[in-house]
T-cell receptor, first 112, second 109 residues
Framework: DVKVTQSSRYLVKRTGEKVFLECVQD?????MFWYRQDPGLGLRLIYF???????EKGDIPEGYSVSREKKERFSLILESASTNQTSMYLC???????????FGPGTRLTVL | QKEVEQNSGPLSVPEGAIASLNCTYS??????FFWYRQYSGKSPELIMF????GDKEDGRFTAQLNKASQYVSLLIRDSQPSDSATYLC?????????FGTGTRLTVIP
C-alpha cells in the first residue's frame, strides 16, 4: 500500500525560528513535491525534486529551502519562519513517467 | 491567467442527483488530467484520471475531456452525503501538476 508520511500533523513555531518539515515515502518514487495550501489559493508548489540531491523551484520558493539526501526523504526548511508562512503543508510523491501524485497527511503549521 | 480554473462553489445537490464539476486549463500541451477529492482537514486523494478525449467511467464517477475546448469535467451520479468534499482538478505541466483551487461540493440528504 502506498504510503507518504509527514513528521508532524500540527506544529506551532515562533517568528524567526528555523523549522524543519520532514516527508518520507516508502514507494521508491523518484519525484517528491512540497506544496502549501491556503483557503482560496489552492495548492501551490514550493519545491520539487526528481532525484537525490536534485531540487527545482516551484511557484513560491521564497523563504523556503529543501534537502533530499536520500531517495525516500524530502525535507522542507523554513530558515526564519514568518507569520505569512502559517499554512497547511503537503508533501507528495510520484514515479517518473506517471503523473499521479500520492499525498501525505499534511502538516498544519502555525507561526506566532 | 491561472493555469487551471475551477468554480469554487459551493455546489449543493440533493442526495441521488448528478453533481457536475467543471475545470478549464490554459496549456494546450497538457496531456494528463486528474481529479482529486479532499475531505475537510485531510489530504487530496486521486479518484479519476483521463488522458484521451471523451468520457471515462469508473463506478459512479465519469470524467469528460475535451482538449479542443481545454475543458475537463467530473460527473458524480447518484450523489451521496459521503461525496461532500472539495474536488481538485489537476493538469500536467512541463514537470509537475498544476492544481485548480477546488470546488466544494455539498450533498444534501
Amino acid at each position: 500500500d502506498v504510503k507518504v508520511t509527514q513528521s508532524s500533523r500540527y506544529l506551532v513555531k515562533r517568528t524567526g525560528e528555523k523549522v524543519f518539515l520532514e516527508c518520507v515515502q516508502d514507494m521508491d518514487h523518484e519525484n517528491m513535491f512540497w506544496y502549501r495550501q491556503d483557503p482560496g489559493l489552492g495548492l501551490r508548489l514550493i519545491y520539487f525534486s526528481y532525484d537525490v540531491k536534485m531540487k527545482e523551484k516551484g511557484d513560491i520558493p521564497e523563504g523556503y529551502s529543501v534537502s533530499r539526501e536520500k531517495k525516500e526523504r524530502f525535507s522542507l526548511i523554513l530558515e526564519s519562519a514568518s507569520t505569512n508562512q502559517t499554512s497547511m503543508y503537503l508533501c507528495a510523491s510520484s514515479r517518473t513517467g506517471d503523473n499521479e501524485q500520492f499525498f501525505g497527511p499534511g502538516t498544519r503549521l502555525t507561526v506566532l | 491567467q491561472k493555469e487551471v480554473e475551477q468554480n469554487s462553489g459551493p455546489l449543493s445537490v440533493p442526495e441521488g442527483a448528478i453533481a457536475s464539476l467543471n475545470c478549464t486549463y490554459s496549456d494546450r500541451g497538457s496531456q494528463s488530467f486528474f481529479w482529486y477529492r479532499q475531505y475537510s482537514g485531510k489530504s487530496p486523494e486521486l479518484i479519476m484520471f483521463i488522458y484521451s478525449n471523451g468520457d471515462k467511467e469508473d463506478g459512479r464517477f465519469t470524467a469528460q475531456l475535451n482538449k479542443a475546448s481545454q475543458y475537463v469535467s467530473l460527473l458524480i451520479r447518484d450523489s451521496q452525503p459521503s461525496d461532500s468534499a472539495t474536488y481538485l482538478c489537476a493538469v500536467t505541466g512541463a514537470n509537475n501538476l498544476f492544481f485548480g483551487t477546488g470546488t466544494r461540493l455539498t450533498v444534501i440528504p
